[in-house]
Each structure stands twice: as structure tokens, then as C-alpha cells.
């Protein structure tokens, strides 16, 4: 999930009551659930696609999920004592526990993997032991009724608490009203993926893809073989077992940090007669980049007489 909603969460959690357990509670939660998120910085070495295969991996698995809250608490607990050293200790701030940082800061991280199992995009959640993607195919990546309830709630919630109301009611209830849309959302999704039983590329891959606003809908993508049609629209594709993308996998790292992450790759034969390798779940012809992996030519060999048709 997008790190707004991330943040909400951690927020939402100190809002039940969590956060006067020790100083500085709010950012071990809200730091925390956003933590997992630190591999972004592959971004600045890893060029191309190759951030694909680095990004939802190591820092979300479960070593991480001890370390990156341990080394939090840590952070925090050492911040506290430098400003406390130094005189600029916030007279209001309640003692720090070391403790309770870390089981905070785990908590935090906990929700991270968490949410982003909910989305198409997938997850290793058991990295390093296993790369395997595990996908909840139930929320899309940004959520604005999410965004709207916690948003909403926090503000709220604060707002009690300022004026002696039952703040830690409203955190707790917001989050419960959270997870009923989930588990609805959840329901909608494998109800609509055991409905599908035909399809014109076959039901090899069968995805209810959430989309961008109407959380209530699903985005249908079925097929296999690099052969998929998104709501019974066939997308311009060929056969993967018939071109050469194992041996490309060995000597592209482009190429194999794509089909390493992608989980209905097809091949689109361009009109410029280039062929590049898509993904259907994040299928936009006018976007030629941020999913995409142009080919060499001869990548489809027995095809190519067809692509310059």
C-alpha cells in the first residue's frame, strides 16, 4: 500500500491507547509501519526494471521484521537520551521504555507486510527462506476510502482527546470498521475469481483485480502462456513457449529481474516492430516504461515473419 495509508495505520494504533505506554510511541508506530519500505533506496542503484525483482523482499520477510524494530527503538531510545543530554528533553514527553519502543516499533512493521499482501502487486513474505510471491488481490495499491475513514478518524480522535472524550473508543472502532472493509473487499474478490470459468485465453491465471476507486469492482485478468485478456479483451500478445525468454533470463538481468517479479507477463509486438515484455496487471499501451522491457529482435523467432506483417 502507498505509505500515507501505512502511516494512518501506525497512527490509528497509537490512537487506541497505545501510545501512552512510553515516549516517543507515535513514531516508533508510525515510522515503524512504515519502515519496511527502506529497500526503495534500490531505486538509486538498480536501473531499469531491476527494482522489481529487489523491491517487497528482504526488508518485508520475517529477520526483517525482528531487526528493522529493534533497530528503530534503538534510534529513538538514543534520541531521546541526546536531547535529554543536551537540556531539550520536551518537558511533556513521558519516559522513555526501551521495551515497549521495540514492541511498538514491531507492531508498526507487522502492518506493513500486512497491507502490502492485500494488493495485485505481491509480496515475499518469507524472504530470505523463500521467494515465493504471495498476492491478496483485495485492495488496490492507493485507497482514497481508506485514506477518508482513518484520515478522518485520527483528526477526530486527537480532537476527543484534546477536549477529554472517549478518544481511544474512536481509534479502536475506526480500525475495526477498517478491517470490515477488508474482509468485504476480500469477499468480492474470491467471489469474482470462482465465478470465472471460461475465458477467451483460458483460466490458467484467473486475477480480480481491484481498481484504482470503485473498491467494490474487479478488473478481470485470465489467461496464460503470455496469452491474457483483461474483461474478455484479448491484449495483443504470443505465445511465451515460443520465444526464447528462458535463455534471455541468463544473460539479461533486465529480463530476468522481470519474469522473476511478474505474474502474467505476455509479449506485445509493437507497431514500431519492437516487442516488448509487459505485465497484464499493470497493462497502459501509452506506458512504454515503468513496466516494461524492450526485446532484441529474434526473441520470437518462428513469429517474426507474423510481426512484420
Known amino acids: 500500500m502507498d505509505n500515507l495509508t501505512h502511516s494512518l495505520v501506525g497512527a490509528l494504533i497509537g490512537q487506541t491507547g497505545l501510545k501512552h505506554k512510553t515516549g516517543l510511541a ?18 538509486f542503484w538498480l536501473g531499469g526494471v531491476k ?5 517487497r523482499g528482504i526488508t518485508h520477510g520475517p529477520p526483517a521484521m525482528v531487526l528493522l524494530p529493534l533497530l528503530l527503538a534503538g534510534l529513538l531510545y538514543g534520541f531521546d537520551k541526546w536531547q535529554e543530554k543536551r ?9 522513555v521504555h526501551f521495551g515497549w519502543l521495540f514492541a511498538l516499533a514491531f507492531i508498526g512493521c507487522l502492518t506493513h507486510p500486512a497491507l502490502d499482501w ?8 518469507l524472504e530470505p527462506f523463500s521467494s515465493e510471491w504471495f498476492y491478496g488481490d483485495t485492495l488496490f495499491i492507493i485507497d482514497i476510502w481508506l485514506w ?10 486527537l480532537r476527543q482527546e484534546k477536549r477529554g472524550g472517549s478518544w481511544r473508543k474512536t481509534g479502536r472502532q475506526a480500525l475495526a470498521i477498517a478491517l470490515a472493509y477488508i474482509g468485504v473487499n476480500a469477499g468480492v474478490t ?9 475465458s477467451p485465453t483460458g483460466t490458467e491465471t484467473v486475477i480480480a483485480s481491484p481498481p484504482p476507486l470503485w473498491s467494490l469492482e474487479r478488473e478481470i485478468i485470465s489467461g496464460g502462456n503470455g496469452l491474457y485478456s483483461v474483461d474478455g479483451v484479448t491484449l495483443p500478445g504470443v505465445p511465451l513457449d ?6 534471455l533470463r541468463g544473460t539479461d538481468p533486465q529480463v530476468a529481474a522481470f519474469m522473476f517479479w511478474s505474474r502474467t507477463p505476455f ?5 514500431d516492430g519492437i516487442l516488448r515484455l509487459r505485465d497484464a496487471r499493470f497493462y497502459d499501451p501509452r506506458a512504454r516504461d515503468r513496466f516494461t522491457v524492450e526485446l532484441p529482435d529474434g526473441t520470437c523467432p518462428e513469429l517474426a515473419p507474423a510481426f512484420q506483417d
Open 26 to 43: 507515535m513514531p516508533a508506530l508510525i515510522i515503524g509501519a512504515n519502515l519496511p519500505d527502506v529497500d526503495a533506496a534500490c531505486l
Open 51 to 55: 527494482h522489481l525483482g529487489f523491491r
Open 87 to 95: 537540556g531539550k528533553r520536551p518537558e511533556g514527553r513521558l519516559p
Open 118 to 125: 492485500l494488493n495485485v502487486y505481491g509480496i515475499r513474505l
Open 148 to 157: 477518508g475513514l482513518m484520515g478522518f478518524a485520527t483528526w477526530w480522535s
Open 190 to 198: 474470491a467471489a469474482a475469481e470462482s465465478s470465472i470459468t471460461s
Open 242 to 247: 515460443r520465444c526464447n525468454l528462458g535463455e
Open 267 to 271: 509479449i506485445e509486438p509493437g507497431e
